[in-house]
């Protein structure tokens, strides 16, 4: 089973930036796509961007693309989420999220592992 632990969380004002790490426990990281999801207090979780296991080709969602970019480096069992141009209702706790089928997914339910998330704060 693979354990996911989040970091880089915080309060920075509208238009900074922040990254957001997550550090994997599993061997075989490589093998997992890998997806950012976010909840907003009283909203579903939803997704954020993810990076495939096969080739690290990345996909997002479109209210993040130009704004957020996800990366992985496998010899450090590691995804980030960097992320500029921060919105208000960027707020939400984000989870790291590892899926270990063969396709990628922007559904949380395509996702077998999570992290406990990581609270990210944008003040106006």
């Known amino acids: 089973q693979v354990q996911l632990v989040e970091s880089g969380g915080g309060l920075v004002q509208a238009g900074g930036s922040l990254r957001l790490s997550c550090l994997a426990s599993?061997?075989?990281?490589?093998?997992?796509?890998m997806g950012w999801l976010r909840q907003a207090p009283g909203k579903e979780r939803e997704f954020v961007a993810g990076?495939?296991?096969?080739?690290?080709?990345?996909y997002y969602a479109e209210s993040m693309k130009g704004r957020f970019t996800i990366s992985r480096n496998n010899a450090k069992n590691t995804v980030y989420l960097q992320m500029n141009s921060l919105k208000p209702e960027d707020t939400a706790v984000y989870y790291c999220?590892?899926?270990?089928?063969?396709?990628?997914?922007?559904?949380?339910?395509?996702?077998?592992?999570w992290g406990q998330g990581t609270q990210v704060t944008v003040s106006s």
């Open positions: 999220a590892a899926s270990s089928a063969f396709y990628s997914s922007n559904y949380p339910a395509g996702y077998d592992y």
């Open positions: 599993d061997r075989t990281f490589s093998n997992y796509n």
């Open positions: 990076i495939r296991w096969s080739d690290s080709s990345t």
